[in-house]
DNA sequence: TATTGACCCCGTAGCGGCTACAGGGTCTAG
DNA sequence: CTAGACCCTGTAGCCGCTACGGGGTCAATA
């Protein structure tokens, strides 16, 4: 019995519309239909989406993932490239981080000693509506 | 001279368009126009302008703004609706910076000991294409 | 005065990465 | 034989802008 969308989805936790969406941009083959028009996939297909799979659980994003999907299937190419999508992501994460560090530092600045009481009194809104205004 | 929607956008930090959004959307005030059927604003487009440009740096949503922006002009209101939408995106900054945290420590497992040579033996691809495929 | 260039207007479409319909067809178990 | 779970297509929606096309307006300069 063929593979179906939905085992394929189920095998690989997507969602069936996502696996459909990455066949239209490119990022999964089109498969062989059965004779009632369902798709049919094989292992080679369960491979490559749980490929993408990892590669966005990871963060990369559809571009890169593609990037790496058409290094990884050149077996004798030179890995450098894709080391190079990785550090390049890794350096992308580390700069989320910081942005994000730095944005919850400011955050907690805002919230401090807010105690109830009026609005015309929150430190809250005046943290947020400053001076320059 | 009144304040066009340029003045405006360069004094807050904002494109011209994103104020035109902010209108559209009702984060911002239809506000008067000159006889050409300019936008012309004052001080209150400003601050209002000011303080939504600074929550969204913090990284509160537009829904959260709109509800800051309504909680804040009802100034003998209670603050503590506001305090909970703070602490609400608090938690949430927390639970990005985790998750940002886990990718990063996944991300560097995946790109250790690549030194080059052949796709085949890259590790970073293997570690992306697990067995269970 | 004519023209340049910077500004303004509006409406719509695009970005990423899905997700959710609507409106059908198919297959299987009871 | 019918209910329900699955499959198909195509399109529109989500967020928060951003960019475009095709115009009008205004101030300074040649």
Redesign the pocket.
């Known amino acids: 019995m063929a593979t ?4 394929l989805a189920r095998a690989t936790g997507t ?4 696996v ?2 990455y066949e239209r941009i490119g990022l999964l083959p089109v498969p062989p239909r ?6 049919s996939y094989g292992a080679a297909e369960l491979a490559r989406l749980s490929f993408i799979r990892r590669a ?1 659980d990871l963060g990369f ?3 890169q993932v593609r990037a790496l999907l058409t290094l990884s299937d050149d077996r004798q190419g030179d890995c450098a490239s894709i080391d190079e999508i990785a550090h390049t992501h890794l350096a992308e994460v580390e700069r989320k981080l910081a942005d994000l560090k730095a944005l919850r530092r400011e955050l907690k600045a805002v919230i401090t000693s807010c105690k109830g009481g009026a609005v015309a009194d929150c430190r809250i809104i005046e943290a947020l509506a400053p001076v320059r205004a």
């Open positions: 179906t969308i939905g085992d969602k069936v519309e996502t459909r969406y059965t004779s009632s028009n369902y798709r966005r994003s559809i571009e």
